[in-house]
């Protein structure tokens, strides 16, 4: 890897605007800051099947990453992949401040996203309202039907691997809560605007990531921003963060193709643009819908 870094990189995601979750909505962000913290060159794809294009991953498997011939998925691989192309914002810090560091990100990342998670696949009003609606927009019937089994199955398994489904909404608060006040306190430590002084580092991206998502992204239970807003975190500041580091005409024009994509399915072209996604799509659904009808 002692190649520069591409200037074609690619970052696919799914469609801001109809179908991206929460948690997936968390990780796509952070990885988009700490990319730009970076000061590397990358071009944003929204696209329905990003998911499937992951090479897999512990959590939400997005965004997927594909820099010249490496494709990577999710926020620590990335960083990784960033770090042995000597391209990391964190080379200034020594190896304590790096081992610290990196025991935050881990606590930020799993507390968040399993938070995210459970909101978002575990309370019936979200699913309902929210969660179903968005993962299954960009598919046919019955195709949205499968990938919404599939995909609330999969949450509920890692949430068990975790340990999280026997808990109850508050006692995920409480964890939420928890996270935050050490978050809260590693940045009292510090004499400047970052967790570790002066200078960004990847901590600054994840709980960036995270916390705008949580504060900005509506939900029917919004538990996880009343929490966040407790906490001085600068979540007044996020929104002028994010307009400063991440708008540009690239998001721009992502925005405008997640509009053309909407009023396609909304329009006469309605049966062409179906059959085109059942044709493209139907292969990534054997599996699950061989599991729906051992379930049923």
Not at 68 to 81: C, D, R, S, Y
Not at 144 to 155: C, D, E, G, H
Not at 201 to 224: Q, R, W, Y
Request: glycine share 4%; with cysteine.
């Amino acid at each position: 890897m002692s190649e520069p870094w591409p200037s074609d990189a690619i970052l696919y995601q799914p469609y801001e605007a109809e179908q991206i979750l929460l948690p997936e909505n968390a990780s796509c962000l952070a990885v988009k800051t700490y990319l730009k913290m970076c000061n590397l060159p990358y071009d944003v794809r929204a696209c329905a099947n990003a998911e499937f294009m992951s090479p897999g991953g512990r959590m939400t498997k997005l965004p997927v990453l594909k820099a010249g011939a490496f494709v990577l998925a999710e926020f620590e691989p990335i960083v990784n992949f960033t770090e042995q192309k000597n391209e990391a914002i964190g080379k200034w810090m020594d190896e304590d401040e790096k081992a610290e560091m990196r025991s935050y990100v881990c606590l930020t990342e799993n507390i968040f996203t399993m938070a995210e998670l459970y909101i978002s696949f575990m309370l019936k009003p979200v699913y309902d309202e929210v969660t179903a609606p968005r993962n299954g927009c960009v598919f046919p019937w019955p195709l949205n039907q499968i990938q919404n089994f599939s995909k609330r199955r999969q949450a509920r398994k890692l949430l068990k691997v975790y340990q999280w489904t026997d808990m109850t909404i508050d006692d995920v608060i409480e964890k939420v809560y928890k996270c935050c006040e050490n978050l809260q306190l590693k940045l009292e430590e510090t004499s400047g605007d970052y967790f570790y002084g002066d200078k960004p580092c990847e901590l600054d991206a994840i709980v960036f990531g995270h916390l705008f998502s949580v504060l900005t992204v509506k939900l029917p239970n919004m538990a996880l921003a009343q929490v966040v807003k407790k906490f001085d975190l600068h979540h007044e500041d996020i929104r002028t963060l994010s307009e400063r580091k991440l708008n540009s005409t690239k998001s721009h024009s992502n925005k405008i193709q997640c509009q053309r994509f909407s009023d396609l399915l909304c329009r006469g072209t309605e049966r062409r643009v179906r059959n085109l996604y059942w044709q493209c799509y139907c292969y990534h659904y054997v599996d699950a819908l061989r599991q729906a009808v051992d379930y049923l």
